[in-house]
């Protein structure tokens, strides 16, 4: 192997190391931003309803529940929280026969924001800081991209 071979073989090596190493750094940015932990409450079904729900990808079908809970000594009654989501109608039908009205669950409520729920403890917070990592290396393609196109560019001016 010739000395630039070996040169473009360290350069990438080193590369896709600044990448991972931006791929962690942003996970744990995100998941050290606002409360650690919400605060967990115990929450009742009122009802459940299965829609049609779709995230950017292909249409699912949700199922929502309809449930009140206290929270700092306020009543929340009727909040509606996503519980699950599946590509089939039977599925999300037979996960809707294990929220039966008058269940009791936890839910999680923000510190701060008590009308804010989830069923994760920390909001959905580490879940967001995974996809955003993942997209971390697109992100540092298209800075390269760029800057590779505007040197070359101001390189042919000159």
């Known amino acids: 192997m010739s000395s630039r071979h070996w040169r473009l073989l360290i350069l990438s090596g080193l590369g896709g190391l600044g990448v991972l190493v931006a791929m962690i750094a942003v996970f744990l940015t995100l ?3 606002g409360h650690d932990e919400w605060t967990a409450v115990d929450a009742k079904v009122l009802r459940t309803e299965i829609k049609s729900y779709r995230s950017g990808g292909p249409p699912e079908w949700a199922l929502f529940v309809n449930l009140s809970y206290t929270a700092a000594g306020k009543r929340y009654d009727d909040s509606v929280l996503r519980v699950y989501s599946h590509e089939e109608w039977d599925a999300t039908k037979a996960e809707q026969r294990k929220w039966p009205p008058g269940r009791i669950f936890a839910i999680y409520h923000h510190p701060d924001r008590h009308s804010e729920t989830s069923l994760a403890r920390d909001g959905g917070r580490e879940a967001t800081a995974v996809v955003v990592a993942l997209f971390t ?21 000159v």
Do not use: G, H
């Not at 393609?141 to 001016?157: G, Q």
């Open 31 to 33: 998941t050290s931003i």
């Open 137 to 157: 290396p697109l992100a540092i393609f298209f800075c390269t991209l760029i800057v590779i196109v505007v040197r070359r560019r101001s390189r042919r001016r």
